[in-house]
């Protein structure tokens, strides 16, 4: 085998269906555990967010606001996973893939707030290396803390490489070589002037990009799936229907292949899930760690919403717009169904709106992951040689726009893989930690 066949039969053994099961009985744990906080605080966590300007005037210089930290969380999770990944779980598991993959992602918000939380609640109590929060901090509490503290810095920093900027510019570069047949190496050549430029200005020239780039990015994708839904209106009773009925097909439970069926859709759309929302990988808990951890359970509600609008309305209106186009079973796959679904309604110019939302989802998730990655590297050369990581990670961006895009997506499994089951130790050795502390807010606010 070559080394992408290799990664790919790696990837597809670490990502099993009893793997997935795990990872959906760990999440339906901590929601019952946590006695449904991503429904019983769903109103709360949105006050939290509309209030959180006024709090973030009182922040500390060199800190992140928690509204910036939020920023720059959604910037990181909706990227070309949700616009090119829901269509990949279609096209490979059916219609149903869409609800398996919702039903994970709202189990998932209850790790979302628990890692945030966790990540904030020992700022100015305790510190380890250069953490002063954020996971490296609570990993390091831990039995074989020092290793499982940098080992979740390793797998931060190569998924911010990875997942952040090759997947991204990739993505990126594929989508405009299609739609305006410019060559790959042109786009790399772009992409690389513009994050070497975003990282030499700083970490404040960072959050001034996303600042910029996440509100544009969800109001145009907003704006633009919504017409297709309003054109195919009458279809989407009928697409809902089929997602749901697909779905839970009571006679998949009798004889090997509907089984099988059953079992590659439920797969398809939890692993799809997992990489769109992120929540159990610990990379939210980074820039929240960055904050002033001045009210820690209410930024925790906060950035459960960062869930909720990547999945239950950016995946859930990208897979609407698929199937009710009737688009999906027409053989193709990735951001080629999204484009066809979008030329139903737009024409010719749906090739270009969808290239330009490729282009400006993976650029914001490049912009937000350079963040993310600089305080993992920092972590671990205790701040030394940050030109080497400027460096490193534009030469990422150019590779990432001229690779195999299956070496690109298998490499990106791999290390979801390790990053997860680091930082969820952390998770189940505070979880009765993040419970009572819960319930003591509640008590005072009740």
Same mark, same amino acid.
């Given at each position: 085998m070559n080394l992408v066949e290799t990664i790919e039969y790696i990837s597809a053994k670490i990502w099993s269906f009893p793997f997935l099961i795990a990872f959906l009985g760990l999440c339906i744990f901590a929601t019952f555990f946590l006695r449904f906080v991503q429904i019983r605080y769903f109103m709360e966590s949105l006050r939290s967010l509309f209030s959180a300007n006024a709090s #973030?005037?009182?922040?500390?210089?060199?800190?992140?606001?928690?509204?910036?930290?939020?920023?720059?969380?959604?910037?990181?999770? *909706?990227?070309?996973?949700?616009?090119?990944?829901?269509?990949?779980?279609?096209?490979?598991?059916?219609?149903?893939?869409?609800?398996?993959?919702?039903v994970m992602s709202t189990f998932a918000v209850a790790l979302r707030y628990a890692e945030v939380y966790l990540g904030m609640i020992f700022i100015g109590k305790e510190r380890f290396g250069r953490a002063k929060g954020g996971p490296m901090l609570y990993l390091s509490m831990l039995p074989g803390g020092y290793f499982l503290s940098y080992a979740f810095a390793f797998f931060c920093l190569a998924y911010a490489f990875i997942c952040g900027n090759v997947v991204q510019c990739n993505s990126v570069a594929a989508a405009v070589q299609k739609s305006w047949n410019i060559d790959v190496y042109?786009?790399?050549?772009?992409?690389?002037?513009?994050?070497?430029?975003?990282?030499?200005? /700083?970490?404040?020239?960072?959050?001034?990009?996303?600042?910029?780039?996440?509100?544009v990015k969800v109001a145009l994708f907003f704006l633009s799936?919504?017409?297709?839904?309003?054109?195919?209106?009458?279809? *989407?009773?009928?697409?809902?229907?089929?997602?749901?009925?697909?779905?839970?097909?009571?006679?998949?439970?009798?004889?090997?292949?509907?089984?099988?069926t059953l079992q590659k859709m439920m797969a398809t759309g939890f692993q799809r899930g997992i990489f769109v929302h992120e929540?159990?990988?610990?990379?939210?808990?980074?820039?929240?760690?960055?904050?002033?951890?001045?009210?820690?359970?209410? #930024? /925790?509600?906060?950035?459960?919403?960062?869930?909720?609008?990547?999945?239950?309305?950016?995946?859930?209106?990208?897979?609407?717009?698929?199937?009710?186009?009737?688009?999906?079973?027409?053989?193709?796959?990735?951001?080629?169904?999204?484009?066809?679904?979008?030329?139903t309604a737009f024409g010719q110019y749906g090739a270009w709106i969808i290239t330009f939302l490729v282009v400006n989802f993976?650029?914001?998730?490049?912009?937000?992951?350079?963040?993310? /990655?600089?305080?993992?590297?920092?972590?671990?050369?205790?701040?030394?040689?940050?030109?080497?990581?400027?460096?490193l990670y534009t030469l990422a961006a150019f590779a990432g726009s001229v690779m195999d895009v299956k070496l690109a997506w298998s490499s990106s499994d791999l290390v979801t893989a390790g990053l997860f089951v680091i930082n969820i130790s952390g998770l189940i050795w505070f979880m009765n930690k993040i419970k009572k502390?819960?319930? #003591?807010?509640?008590?005072?606010n009740s």
């Amino acid at each position: 085998m070559n080394l992408v066949e290799t990664i790919e039969y790696i990837s597809a053994k670490i990502w099993s269906f009893p793997f997935l099961i795990a990872f959906l009985g760990l999440c339906i744990f901590a929601t019952f555990f946590l006695r449904f906080v991503q429904i019983r605080y769903f109103m709360e966590s949105l006050r939290s967010l509309f209030s959180a300007n006024a709090s #973030d005037k009182n922040s500390e210089a060199g800190e992140l606001t928690s509204l910036q930290a939020f920023v720059n969380t959604l910037g990181g999770n *909706i990227g070309n996973g949700s616009l090119s990944g829901v269509p990949v779980a279609i096209s490979v598991g059916g219609p149903g893939s869409l609800f398996w993959l919702l039903v994970m992602s709202t189990f998932a918000v209850a790790l979302r707030y628990a890692e945030v939380y966790l990540g904030m609640i020992f700022i100015g109590k305790e510190r380890f290396g250069r953490a002063k929060g954020g996971p490296m901090l609570y990993l390091s509490m831990l039995p074989g803390g020092y290793f499982l503290s940098y080992a979740f810095a390793f797998f931060c920093l190569a998924y911010a490489f990875i997942c952040g900027n090759v997947v991204q510019c990739n993505s990126v570069a594929a989508a405009v070589q299609k739609s305006w047949n410019i060559d790959v190496y042109y786009t790399s050549i772009v992409v690389v002037a513009f994050i070497g430029y975003v990282l030499l200005g /700083g970490s404040n020239r960072i959050v001034q990009a996303l600042d910029k780039l996440v509100p544009v990015k969800v109001a145009l994708f907003f704006l633009s799936a919504l017409y297709v839904l309003v054109y195919h209106y009458q279809a *989407i009773v009928g697409a809902l229907y089929l997602v749901c009925s697909s779905a839970l097909k009571t006679e998949a439970v009798f004889g090997g292949g509907l089984a099988f069926t059953l079992q590659k859709m439920m797969a398809t759309g939890f692993q799809r899930g997992i990489f769109v929302h992120e929540a159990g990988l610990g990379t939210a808990a980074v820039p929240f760690g960055e904050t002033g951890g001045k009210q820690p359970v209410k #930024d /925790g509600l906060m950035s459960m919403l960062g869930v909720y609008i990547n999945s239950h309305i950016v995946c859930l209106m990208v897979g609407l717009c698929v199937i009710a186009s009737g688009v999906w079973n027409n053989g193709e796959t990735g951001s080629a169904l999204i484009i066809s679904s979008y030329q139903t309604a737009f024409g010719q110019y749906g090739a270009w709106i969808i290239t330009f939302l490729v282009v400006n989802f993976g650029v914001s998730v490049l912009v937000s992951y350079a963040y993310v /990655g600089r305080i993992c590297w920092n972590f671990l050369t205790n701040g030394k040689w940050s030109t080497a990581f400027i460096a490193l990670y534009t030469l990422a961006a150019f590779a990432g726009s001229v690779m195999d895009v299956k070496l690109a997506w298998s490499s990106s499994d791999l290390v979801t893989a390790g990053l997860f089951v680091i930082n969820i130790s952390g998770l189940i050795w505070f979880m009765n930690k993040i419970k009572k502390d819960l319930f #003591d807010y509640e008590n005072v606010n009740s």
